[in-house]
């Protein structure tokens, strides 16, 4: 292959030719020209020079360049063919492009002649490779339609929006006994035996590409239920995001696999001790009988040998008893074992051997028989066992007089044996179980069946105790009932903790303290009260300030011990006739009943967040939370009790407005929920009135003391109310949703007065806007920047994008994509108050951010408080080691600015500056940069 440039250039001037190579050979030295100028020796060349490139005059003696153009067209489609002519108006030129022209320069610009060749050589190169591209993909779906018609694993092509079923091949036809028109005719939903919404779930995981392995039980035609493996995933056919499903039967491995399971649970279960053993003696397996047995762990007994347990055995008596096994299956022994802390008892083993691929393997089946020893040898002293027993026992005769009772029931009832015997068990009836169940009880054991029941008995000293009974007859070898036997369990403490559940039914398991449920009925007997002695009630709710943030913060566990510690302390506030409950999460109510006048209620309540703020010690750390309280008394705040909770709640939140205090339920606090409303409206119609502004807030290089860049916050001129806070309006979008539109407008200005100033010829410099977290959800994020970018021809690297911690730990993989979608823009991402969230090092690394921006809560404390600064210096040194940049956010001291230079830290912002300006003002001061 030649390796220089073959250029045919169709000119009737040589001069303009040798101009042409000129141009040319300034981006590609290595070139071979060749100048024709009429049509046969066009053709010729085309022919024979083959050209990479065509340069054509439009104007020429014998023919014109559209006739040119339409030769190139008919012989070398492929090459790039490019006018360059004196003159073209625009008219022509239009018609020369739609034509099939690749680009036009006229002689008088020939400097673009250059650039242009080399544009059209890479264009050429992508339309050869997409060329490429598309052939391959037509190659790879004749290919996957081979594989599917062909092969033996059943498999259904899937439409995940419609759950129909696209496709089946013919192994999947013959597997579900439906013709494979039938199964196109079908929905997945009809062969899966999972409900159609669990159905459509999974599909959405598949293709999410969260999962793409699947286990499912599928109907058969002939209405047969099978266990099928299912491994999807998502694949492009003909434009369409189809699902390949590739289904095994796993029916027989499922069954074999219960069997195994079946055969370990008894292993795991039986009981009896169950040994593997090799041919050396050592141990291989051991269950949980064996292992209790002998008192060792699991792992432990596995390092063991049979040396180890049986003291008698030698590797000579080992051998015969392996010996033994050659002419009989099993062989069955006596001997004495020895446990881990040395104690010995009698066995009975059993040993057989398995011969498994090739290699003998050796079970041992060791039964306990220390009791039959004693049972044995010491039969008569079988009373000592029964008495021993931890459940009372009680013997009698057929007519119901006791006969013998062990020393556990004289322990549980008080009664000594001789106390009882030859008398009624009757005598410990409490009289709360009814003669009915007597009779059934009679009924049943008389006839030879067991009782199975409660008893709520009394014990000698007349305290009452719950006993479940067994009661069965004894028959002698004749048939015939000899006794009736009783054996009695002591469920006094479960009878407690089944009153304990039901405790829990109606009070906070968290805190003890009455929930809801409970708070609602004794408000409403509170209520009935009142109305009879013309006192007053008063409803007292609270929440923890900021508790949500400690418990993100600091973990669930510390927020749970707070919530625990606040109960305690409002319990020892109230009076004993007062009730304290919890609603839910931070929330308290105290019910204060009885009441003379509502004089009653403040110093309850400022007793009540005095209490709240005193230090918590909750493991090694000391904390201090505020409280906010709203008080509604009936009967004037309401008549029943969800209205008196209600205005509480709106007394509550004025309070939590003003500050840590408590506030009395007043009618016009309802006033401030209809100002909301109506916020809630004028926010709606802000746009639209083009009420929104930015203001900039310069962002400054340590090293340089210059202005770099800055951070662009959102401002709104309302016409009644003046300049609205971001706090006010901000927390207000993001509940409804009206964030999404003023987020994209935020985009969409920062980007339009980047391009005023640049076409003003001021400084240009980068800007970073705020996304709110549902902003950040959006999946047309980065297309909607890069569509403002590309209105504006605006470089991305202009444009900054602010997110918090929480914002992308919400759904990390998600958040990853989505900021790489920034990256492959252009646009530069900065980590926003850095420090306050929850993301951990091994996330951090992988988010492709370019800055850490500390936030402000730490800077303000940094220059005095020594575990801010190290928090600061901290954050310095993770952005440097992760190649990020350290941003300090709310700079207002020297002091502050000296701590940052000293740490290292890359830039600030903050008041010490400036505060956010205008676009005017904070184009004036980046003109004039700052000193020192």
């Not at 242009?116 to 290919?143: D, T």
């Not at 759950?163 to 439906?178: K, L, M, Q, R, T």
């Not at 057929?398 to 008398?423: C, D």
């Not at 980007?751 to 410099?765: F, I, N, T």
Request: aromatic share 8%; charged share 30%.
């Amino acid at each position: 292959m030649p390796l220089a440039l073959r250029i045919l250039l169709v000119e009737d001037s040589s001069a303009d030719a040798e101009f042409n190579a000129y141009e040319v050979r300034k981006v590609l030295p290595a070139c071979e020209f060749r100048r024709v100028e009429t049509r046969e020796d066009y053709l010729a060349a085309l022919a024979d020079f083959t050209p990479d490139v065509i340069l054509c005059d439009y104007h020429l003696p014998r023919f014109d360049g559209l006739a040119a153009l339409d030769l190139a067209l008919a012989h070398c489609p492929d090459v790039p063919f490019i006018l360059v002519t004196g003159a073209l108006d625009e008219a022509t030129a239009v018609s020369c492009m739609k034509a099939g022209a690749w680009d036009y320069i006229l002689k008088d610009h020939l400097s673009r002649l250059g650039p242009a060749v080399l544009g059209a050589l890479e264009q050429q190169r992508l339309r050869l490779e997409n060329r490429r591209a598309n052939e391959e993909l037509r190659q790879s779906e004749e290919r996957y339609r081979c594989l599917f018609e062909d092969n033996h694993a059943v498999m259904l092509l899937l439409d995940p929006e419609s759950s129909e079923i696209v496709d089946a091949n013919p192994s999947a036809a013959a597997f579900y006994g439906y013709s494979r028109e039938q199964l196109r005719s079908k929905r997945i939903t009809e062969i899966n035996t999972l409900d159609a919404d669990e159905v459509r779930r999974e599909m959405e995981l598949a293709k999410a590409a969260q999962r793409y392995h699947f286990n499912f039980r599928h109907r058969l035609a002939d209405g047969s239920i099978r266990d099928v493996e299912v491994f999807s995933a998502t694949i492009s056919l003909s434009g369409r995001a189809l699902l390949l499903s590739i289904i095994h039967d796993v029916t027989e491995r499922k069954t074999a696999e219960t069997g195994r399971q079946l055969a370990q649970f008894c292993i795991d279960h039986a009981a009896i001790g169950m040994l593997r053993i090799d041919a050396d003696g050592r141990i291989l397996m051991a269950n949980e009988r064996a292992c209790r047995s002998l008192g060792y762990p699991h792992g432990e007994l596995r390092e063991r040998s049979l040396y180890d347990l049986d003291p008698n055995l030698t590797e000579s008596l080992w051998r015969e008893q392996r010996r033994a096994l050659d002419g009989q299956e099993t062989r069955t022994f006596e001997s004495v074992h020895r446990r881990k802390d040395g104690t010995l008892f009698p066995v009975e083993v059993t040993l057989s051997r398995l011969d498994y691929e090739g290699q003998f393997l050796y079970f041992a089946f060791v039964y306990d028989i220390a009791d039959r020893k004693l049972y044995e040898e010491e039969m008569r002293k079988l009373s000592t066992a029964v008495e021993q027993s931890p459940a009372s026992v009680i013997l009698t005769d057929p007519w119901g007089r006791i006969e013998y009772v062990n020393p556990k029931f004289t322990q549980i009832t008080g009664y000594a044996a001789e106390e009882v015997l030859g008398r009624n068990p009757s005598l410990m009836k409490s009289g709360e179980t009814s003669e009915e169940e007597y009779r059934q009880l009679w009924e049943t054991i008389t006839a030879g069946g067991e009782w199975r029941g409660e008893f709520h008995n009394r014990r000698k000293d007349g305290s009452l105790f719950w006993e479940s009974a067994a009661i069965s007859a004894i028959r002698n070898e004749f048939g015939a009932i000899s006794h009736f036997l009783a054996v009695k369990e002591d469920i006094t403490e479960r009878k407690a903790y089944e009153e304990q559940l039901r405790h829990l039914a109606t009070h906070d398991e968290l805190t003890g303290l009455a929930n809801r449920t409970l708070l609602l009925d004794r408000l409403e007997q509170a209520i009935h009260y009142a109305q009879r002695s013309r006192r007053l009630v008063a409803v007292l709710l609270l929440d923890l300030d900021r508790f949500k943030v400690l418990n993100d913060s600091l973990g669930h566990s510390v927020g749970d011990e707070l919530l625990f510690s606040a109960a305690q302390r409002l319990r020892t506030v109230v009076r004993e006739m007062d009730s304290v409950a919890r609603l839910g999460g931070d929330e308290f109510v105290i019910l204060l009943g009885e009441l003379a006048g509502e004089d009653d209620v403040g110093p309850v309540a400022r007793k009540v967040l005095e209490h709240l703020t005193l230090p918590y010690q909750l493991g090694a750390r000391d904390l201090t939370v505020t409280a906010s309280l709203g008080i509604s008394l009936y009967p004037r705040d309401g008549q029943d009790a969800e209205t008196l909770l209600r205005n509480a709640d709106v007394a509550m939140y004025r309070a939590k407005e003003e500050g840590g205090c408590f506030r009395f339920y007043a009618p016009e606090m309802n006033l401030r929920v209809m100002e909301t409303l109506e916020m809630e409206a004028d926010l709606r119609r802000a746009l639209e009135r083009e009420e929104f502004c930015l203001h900039y807030q310069p962002k400054v290089a340590l090293a340089t003391g210059k202005i770099y860049g800055a951070e662009a916050l959102l401002r709104w001129r309302h016409p009644e109310r003046g300049m609205v806070a971001p706090g006010t309006f901000i927390p207000l979008a993001e509940e409804t949703g009206l964030i999404l539109p003023i987020g994209e407008w935020v985009i969409g200005e920062v980007c339009a007065q980047l391009r005023r100033w640049r076409d003003a010829g001021l400084p240009v410099l980068p800007v970073a806007a705020n996304l709110s977290a549902r902003q950040f959800r959006r999946e047309d994020l980065a297309e909607t920047a890069r569509c403002f970018l590309r209105e504006r021809d605006l470089e991305p690297g202009l444009l900054e994008m602010e997110l918090t911690e929480s914002m992308i730990m919400r759904d990390p993989q998600a958040a990853v994509a989505t900021m790489r979608q920034f990256k492959d823009l252009g646009v530069t991402l900065a980590l926003d108050d850095f420090g306050t969230g929850y993301s951990s090092l091994n996330y951090l690394r992988r988010f492709p951010v370019d800055s850490l921006k500390i936030d402000r809560s730490f800077i303000s404390d940094a220059a005095d408080d020594p575990s801010a600064a190290a928090v600061v210096t901290s954050i310095v040194a993770i952005a440097h080691s992760l190649g990020l940049q350290a941003v300090a956010e709310g700079v207002e001291t020297r002091r502050q600015l000296d701590f940052l230079r000293h740490c290292g830290c890359d830039s600030f912002q903050g008041f010490y500056f400036s505060r956010p300006l205008p676009a005017a003002d904070f184009a004036a001061l980046a003109r004039q940069g700052i000193a020192g």
